[in-house]
């Protein structure tokens, strides 16, 4: 669409949350340390064979590195964290020192805690954000600029769009594009979970993600790249593709996205706002695979307190 031919820009809505008293609570509940505790983490400590130190179980590795993001704190205070709670109330719980934690982050597979009712259908949403890896605040830069130091990584993440819940997570380099990570981050769904609708932004409009996504039984929510053509009928996601191109080209895109449902996709948007203002927007690890458990027990952190505390808003204005 030529510029001199945009819609006008709409003003701000405003919203009104309906649930206060309940969204309220559920934010305060977010501090509680007992949220963020698993009753299996009390399983006792494994005794390795020779009289070497203790295994630690993955599920008291990930607790505490939660506790971690969650209270911003580095490996040390954590140390001193868990053995404050150890004494004050939790005499059963294991804790391993800052550098046990910093090795076992290597290898550790992460759970996401998804709560979702069986059977039911889910309506993704993909997209994908930068984390910053090092690099200066945005004074530094402000003021003098970038350092060739400067470096991402790229989290991309997928959400069910009736829960909330984070279903699937994974970290990349910064120059993978989004279409091409699409497949894997589909197949770390439970095989048994029906997905309806994939929905995402034009960097998903390509032929390998539009068949990742018509190979999971799944419509695909997606716009047509600027200046689209017709896919041949036996391509897969073709018809959905080519209805939007026909769509668009008589009436507008704009159009196209209010009556498809695509607006929708904004919950992503504010997934990417919530993990950085919650978790930060940079990785303390340095390690590649350090770093792979550390997003992904970031991502984790976000589905328990949607369940604490979800906003209902209406628009009133």
Same mark, same amino acid.
């Given at each position: 669409?030529?510029? *001199? ?21 559920? %934010?305060?509940?977010? !501090? ?5 505790? +698993?009753? =299996? ?21 990930? @607790? ?8 911003? %704190?580095?490996? =040390? ?37 998804? %709560? ?33 130091? =400067? ?18 997570? %994974?970290?990349?380099?910064? *120059? ?23 929905? !995402? ?44 191109? *026909? ?7 704009? *159009?196209?996205? +209010? ?5 929708? =996709? ?5 997934? @990417? ?13 340095? +390690? ?16 328990? @307190? ?12």
């Amino acid at each position: 669409m030529p510029k *001199d031919t945009l819609l006008p820009s709409q003003p701000k809505g405003v919203y009104r949350v309906k649930n206060w008293p309940e969204y309220n609570a559920g %934010l305060i509940e977010r !501090g509680n340390v007992t949220v963020w505790m +698993d009753e =299996r983490m009390f399983s006792p400590a494994l005794q390795t064979p020779g009289g070497r130190a203790q295994a630690y179980s993955d599920t008291v590795i990930q @607790m505490l590195l939660t506790l971690k993001s969650v209270y911003r %704190l580095p490996l =040390r205070a954590l140390q001193g964290f868990a053995i404050s709670v150890q004494r004050l109330a939790m005499p059963d719980l294991a804790v391993p020192n800052y550098s046990t934690l910093s090795r076992r982050a290597k290898s550790l597979r992460v759970t996401l805690p998804v %709560l979702r009712k069986a059977g039911e259908a889910v309506h993704l949403l993909v997209d994908s954000t930068g984390l910053k890896l090092f690099g200066e605040g945005e004074w530094k830069v402000r003021k003098h600029g970038y350092s060739k130091r =400067r470096s991402w990584r790229k989290v991309h993440l997928a959400l069910d769009a009736k829960t909330g819940q984070v279903c699937a997570v %994974l970290m990349t380099h910064r *120059d993978v594009d989004d279409a091409s990570v699409l497949p894997e981050l589909l197949a770390q769904l439970p095989p048994e979970t029906k997905v309806e609708i994939v929905g !995402g932004d034009g960097a998903y409009d390509s032929q390998a993600a539009r068949a990742a996504i018509a190979g999971c039984g799944a419509l695909a929510l997606t716009p047509p790249v600027e200046g689209a053509v017709h896919w041949p009928a036996s391509q897969a996601g073709a018809s959905e593709r080519n209805a939007a191109i *026909d769509h668009i080209a008589q009436s507008v895109k704009q *159009d196209w996205k +209010d009556k498809s449902g695509y607006h929708c =996709r904004s919950l992503v948007e504010n997934l @990417m706002y919530r993990l950085k203002t919650l978790t930060g927007d940079r990785l303390w690890a340095r +390690d590649v695979d350090v770093q792979d458990a550390e997003v992904a027990v970031r991502v984790g952190i976000i589905n328990p @307190m949607m369940v604490l505390a979800r906003p209902d808003s209406v628009r009133v204005a």
